[in-house]
T-cell receptor
Framework: ELKVEQNPLFLSMQEGKNYTIYCNYS?????LYWYRQDPGKSLESLFVLLSNGAVKQEGRLMASLDTKARLSTLHITAAVHDLSATYFC????????FGTGTRLQVFP | GAGVSQSPRYKVAKRGQDVALRCDPISGHVSLFWYQQALGQGPEFLTY????????KSGLPSDRFFAERPEGSVSTLKIQRTQQEDSAVYLC????????????FGQGTRLTVV
């Protein structure tokens, strides 16, 4: 059974700092997604990573995928308050298996 | 439409009542998915349609849950004899066919069973 784990579950960070969220999954998958969810809102797609070594960047967020290690990272550079949200990774082709989520809070 | 539309946004049901949740996918999207998201958790897969065919219903928690998409567009998730543990946000997503497509999620329906 495919399992997806994220860490940390909670992250409180100061504006301007850097941090990385980790996503581990238990079986082979060629596709990994990162989503953002604001409280009471739906999921917003951030990145789709389709191959080993894929790296994508959007603003202060950068995601990477290592299919051999079954690991994806979401790196936050110089955090700002607007990045406060819950971040999910998900693995799968049709049926997505989501991680536990990382609740990020950025404070001044 | 511009995005995946779900209705109602909020539903309060008395225990034992039947409910029906509607999903309008993005026009042209042949794949449609239902997920259940409990408070503080990640979404969990319920079922998946390609056009009108229900290809995977392995995530439906019990036979009280039923989903349909009779014309390959709008989908309805029905929950019979609701129980308190059914309280959650029900998310619908749709995607185009193909290997490089991603799923777009609706706003969800928050179901509270009292």
């Amino acid at each position: 059974e495919l399992k997806v784990e994220q860490n940390p579950l909670f992250l409180s960070m100061q504006e301007g700092k850097n941090y990385t969220i980790y996503c581990n999954y238990s079986t082979t998958s060629d596709r990994l997604y990162w989503y953002r969810q604001d409280p009471g809102k739906s999921l917003e797609s951030l990145f789709v990573l389709l191959s080993n070594g894929a790296v994508k960047q959007e603003g202060r967020l950068m995601a990477s995928l290592d299919t051999k290690a079954r690991l994806s990272t979401l790196h936050i550079t110089a955090a700002v308050h607007d990045l406060s949200a819950t971040y999910f990774c998900a693995v799968g082709v049709d049926k997505l298996i989501f991680g536990t989520g990382t609740r990020l809070q950025v404070f001044p | 439409g511009a995005g995946v539309s779900q209705s109602p946004r909020y539903k309060v049901a008395k225990r034992g009542q039947d409910v029906a949740l509607r999903c309008d996918p993005i026009s042209g999207h042949v794949s449609l998915f239902w997920y259940q998201q409990a408070l503080g958790q990640g979404p969990e897969f319920l079922t998946y349609f390609q056009n009108e065919a229900q290809l995977d219903k392995s995530g439906l928690p019990s036979d009280r849950f039923f989903a349909e998409r009779p014309e390959g567009s709008v989908s309805t998730l029905k929950i019979q004899r609701t129980q308190q543990e059914d309280s959650a946000v029900y998310l619908c997503a749709s995607s185009r066919p193909g290997l490089r497509t991603e799923a777009f999620f609706g706003q969800g329906t928050r179901l509270t069973v009292v």
